[in-house]
Structure formats: C-alpha cells, structure tokens
C-alpha cells in the first residue's frame, strides 16, 4: 500500500521569496517520488523525480526536492518564487508494483507581487 | 521529452450521449496508459490501467460498462463515457509509459478533456 499526503492545502508567498512545499509519504516498497505542476485547465509537467539516486533532485525552474527517508519526506523548495510560478502542484508516489501512481490531494501556490 | 495529445480538449455533449476521448503518445511507444478524472480543486483519481491488446483493469467503484476502455495499439488509447450525465462532467487526464518501463520511469500526461454535460 502507498499513500501521499501534501500538508498544506494553500501556500501563499512573495514575488522573490522561498518557497517550501511538504509532502511526506508511506510506501510498503521503495518508492519513486514525483513532483508535478498544474497551470489551470492545463494537463501536469513533471517537475522532478527521485528514483533512488542522489537524494537531493533538481528540476526545472530552479525547484529541487530532497528525499529524507528517516522523515518519509520530499518537501519540494525554490529559493525564489517567480509570479508565473502560481499553479498547483502535485506530489505523487509510485511503488514497485505495476507502475500504479498516488496522487497527493495538492497544493495551491499563490504568489503575491 | 515524450509528448502525450489528449483530444478534444474541451467537448460540452447532451445528457445521454457518448463521448469519445483519445490519447496519443506521438514519440513512443506505450505498454500501458493510464486514465484519471479530476473534479475541481481535486486532485486526479485513477480511473483505469489500460494495457495494450488486454481489458483494462479499472479502479474500485469506476463503472467499467460506463467508462469503456480501449487500448488498440501501442500508440492509442480511447475512452468513451457512455449515456453521460451532468455528474459525469470532469476533467479527464490521461498519461502513458513508454515500452517495457520500470516503475519509475515518468508517465507522460495529455493536455487533458474539459467534459461538460448538459
């Protein structure tokens, strides 16, 4: 079984500011995890991935995640938030099984100018 | 990167009507396709595991009679909504994964369908 949980449901910040958004996970297997973003009525872009490699990943955009395995976490972060960097973003989890993956419910990012 | 087109966008059919939507991957080859529905400020739900040349193995509590799956080729899948009703109307979502890929490799997601049922 895996599950994937985004703890804030809304993430509000400032044009230039960082931005932190949490995921943690559970999974029976070793799992790969997955960041992906949402502009609306859009389909997703993959941000980044972690499939058991280095476990701090760089994305596109300047977005990077670390996989902390004690934590059961992948917190995707960006030093400096940019306006067109509001969207909602998707944390999913996928195990070592027929590929199946689990979203995370999501979380909206709302950059203010 | 791997290019997924959903088509049509946007359909807006009469209640008791079908819809069609397809998914293509234009540069690979794909075993397997994947279709979600995502109601608004939701995230998306697995519908279905579509596999090429077998039935498609369809999530608890999705309608299999209603929500038919083909997958035809490695190149296309299709999913029709039969006799669709307003609750029916979602955005729909479909993403696939090149040939023979492990676990992790990325699925690649369609632009997604708008459906609006009238």
């Known amino acids: 079984a895996q599950s994937v949980t985004q703890l804030d449901s809304h993430v509000s910040v400032s044009e230039g500011t960082p931005v932190l958004l949490r995921c943690n996970y559970s999974?029976?297997?070793?799992?790969?995890l997955f960041w992906y973003v949402q502009h609306p009525n859009k389909g997703l872009q993959l941000l980044l991935k972690?499939?058991?490699?280095?476990?701090l990943v760089k994305g596109i955009n300047g977005f990077e995640a670390e996989f902390k395995k004690s934590e059961t976490s992948f917190h995707l972060t960006k030093p400096s938030a940019h306006m067109s960097d509001a969207a909602e973003y998707f944390c999913?989890?996928?195990?070592?099984?027929?590929?199946?993956?689990?979203f995370g419910d999501g979380t909206t990012l709302t950059v203010k100018p | 990167g791997a290019v997924v087109s959903q088509h049509p966008s946007r359909v807006i059919c009469k209640s008791g009507t079908s819809v069609k939507i397809e998914c293509r991957s234009l540069?690979?080859?794909?075993?397997?396709m994947f279709w979600y529905r995502q109601f608004p400020k939701q995230s998306l739900m697995l519908m279905a595991t579509s596999n090429e040349g077998s039935k498609a193995t369809y999530e608890q509590g999705v309608e299999k009679d209603k929500f038919l799956i083909n997958h035809a080729s490695l190149t296309l899948s299709t999913l029709t909504v039969t006799s669709a009703h307003p609750e029916d109307s979602s955005f729909y979502i479909c993403?696939?994964?090149?040939?023979?890929?492990?676990?992790?490799?990325?699925?690649?997601f369609g632009q997604g369908t708008r459906l609006t049922v009238v």
């Open positions: 993403s696939a994964r090149e040939l023979q890929g492990a676990p992790n490799t990325e699925a690649f």
């Open positions: 972690y499939t058991s490699a280095a476990t």
């Open positions: 999913v989890v996928r195990g070592a099984n027929a590929g199946k993956s689990t």
């Open positions: 999974s029976s297997y070793s799992p790969s």
């Open positions: 540069d690979f080859q794909a075993t397997t």
